[in-house]
C-alpha cells in the first residue's frame, strides 16, 4: 500500500462552520505534513508532525489545528475561515530517517471553498 | 528562506517535440525531487537526486543534478498528450529539514 488517503475530497464550508480535513497512510511513515496550494502555485508548508509530535508549524493562523491521533492519521480541524483560505490542502507523509525523509508521497488533496 | 525558480513557467508544444525545464536556486540542497500534478490532484514523485553531477533517466525523462547541487533539469524527449501536467521541482534542506517548491511549470503536450 503506498497510497496517502485524503477526505473528503471536495468541502464547501461557511465562515461559521467547524470542519476537519482527514489523511490516512499504512506505508508506515513517521513523519506527516500539512501543505496549502493555490491555483497554479506551488504547495506551501504548513505543518509537519514528527512520531506524532508537531515539530514545524510554518505561522499558521490559529483557525488551522493540527491533530496527529496516531501514527497513521493526520487530521485538520477548520473554523472560522476566511474566504482567502479557499485552496487545495495536500497532505503527505515520509519516513522519517534518513534519505527517506526526503520522498514524500502526496495525497489527492481536499478541494476546499470558503463562503 | 531558500527560493527555487523554475523556467519556463508555461510551456505549450507539439507532440513529438522535445523540451528542457529548469530549476534554479542560489542555496545548495542535499537532494533534489521532481514531481508531476495533474489538476485536482496530489504532486507525484517522479525521481530524487542526491550527488552533483547526477543524472537520471526514467524512459523519455532524463534528470541531471548541477555539480554544486544547486540546479536541476528536466529534459522530456518525444513528448506525449500524456506529459502534459505541472512540473515541480522541490529541494530539501537538510538543516531546515524541509522540502522547498519551486514556482512551477505548465506543460501542455498537443496532439
Known amino acids: 500500500d503506498t497510497e496517502v488517503t485524503q477526505t473528503p475530497k471536495h468541502l464547501v464550508m461557511g465562515m461559521t462552520n467547524k470542519k476537519s480535513l482527514k489523511c490516512e497512510q499504512h506505508?508506515?511513515?513517521?513523519?506527516m505534513y500539512w501543505y496549502k496550494q493555490k491555483a497554479k502555485k506551488p504547495p506551501e508548508l504548513m505543518f509537519v508532525y514528527s512520531y506524532e509530535k508537531l515539530s514545524i508549524n510554518e505561522s499558521v493562523p490559529s483557525r488551522f489545528s493540527p491533530e496527529c491521533p496516531n501514527s497513521s492519521l493526520l487530521n485538520l480541524h477548520l473554523h472560522a475561515l476566511q474566504p482567502e483560505d479557499s485552496a487545495l490542502y495536500l497532505c503527505?507523509?515520509?519516513?522519517?530517517?534518513?534519505?527517506?525523509?526526503?520522498?514524500?508521497?502526496f495525497g489527492s488533496g481536499t478541494q476546499l471553498s470558503v463562503l | 528562506t531558500q527560493l527555487l525558480e523554475q523556467s519556463p513557467q508555461f510551456l505549450s508544444i507539439q507532440e513529438g517535440e522535445n523540451l528542457t525545464v529548469y530549476c534554479n536556486s542560489s542555496?545548495?540542497?542535499?537532494?533534489l525531487q521532481w514531481y508531476r500534478q495533474e489538476p485536482g490532484e496530489g504532486p507525484v514523485l517522479l525521481v530524487t537526486?542526491?550527488?552533483?553531477?547526477e543524472v537520471k533517466k526514467l524512459k523519455r525523462l532524463t534528470f541531471q543534478f548541477g555539480d554544486a547541487r544547486k540546479d536541476s533539469s528536466l529534459h522530456i524527449t518525444a513528448a506525449q498528450p500524456g506529459d502534459t501536467g505541472l512540473y515541480l521541482c522541490a529541494g530539501y534542506s537538510g538543516s531546515a529539514r524541509q522540502l522547498t517548491f519551486g514556482s512551477g511549470t505548465q506543460l501542455t503536450v498537443l496532439p
Open positions: 506505508m508506515g511513515h513517521r513523519a
Open positions: 503527505a507523509s515520509s519516513q522519517d530517517r534518513g534519505r527517506e525523509r526526503e520522498k514524500l508521497f
Open positions: 542555496s545548495v540542497f542535499s537532494s
Open positions: 537526486v542526491v550527488t552533483g553531477g
